[in-house]
């Protein structure tokens, strides 16, 4: 398996929170998620969480091979959960989380796993790209925006709002993510494709993605010919553009590509 990645924070003074690896069999991206005041929680931070999770993910595929993508998972987060118990509040609902996607190669299947709002898609030689996504998180959220951004920022109702939203994560009925409890992995998107038929497959955090969910600049053929012809860096260049154009803020961007998938 060949592995092009990209990766840019959402500002050059503030760490970034993705973080994504990738083994001959294996590549794992994760989207770290931080609310404020969370400095105050958890000393290490969400940078390090996403990055102590991914390296516990990708380190267990390499040595695991005859464990489901969730019971990884699982083991992973309980390990990164377990490095920091002792010195953070790592049940507030404010401590660091992250949203998970992977792949893995094994006997002539590709197997994926899908947890928050990063994205996977996978290039199809005869047909159109098939999208692996967790819509769960995007339509809570959605459901809560107006009244959020009709609030005062910083006010009362502001943050009653956002607690409300959060009381969701981790919930039945609510939206999951990698945080404290390894049994959240349970209810991460999977499957598995014959890697027969596929060009490549491709990782994308939520700030990547957005070329093609929130700015529409491209669908998801358009974005495989994209990363074919010129590669991760060049979807994150036309997403900056659409975000300095529109005056969006910016978010951490991950990309990470893989091709010659049948040749493991």
Known sequence: MRVTMASVPKRTDRANEDFTCAGPTAAVLIDGAGIPGAESICRHGVAWYASRLGGSLLGLLSLVQDSSLPALLAEAIEQVTDGHRDTCDVADPISPSATVAVLRLSDGLLEYLVLGDSVLVLDRAEDAPFVVSDPREVIISRSYQPAIE?????????????????????????????????????????????????????????????????????????????????????????????????????????????TGLDEV
């Open 150 to 258: 009709a609030a005062a920022k910083g006010s009362d109702e502001y943050h009653r709002l956002l607690r409300d939203l959060r009381a969701h994560r981790n919930q039945p009925g609510g939206f999951w993510l990698a945080k404290d409890d390894p049994r959240a992995a349970d209810e991460a998107i999977t499957g598995s494709r014959p890697v027969s038929g596929l060009i490549g497959a491709v990782l994308l955090s939520n700030g990547a993605s957005r070329i093609v969910d929130r700015f529409q600049l491209a669908d998801w053929p358009h974005v495989m010919a994209m990363l074919a012809s010129s590669g991760p860096a060049e979807i994150i260049r036309r997403v900056r553009q659409a975000e300095a154009r529109r005056a969006v803020a910016a978010d951490d961007a991950t990309i990470t590509y893989c």
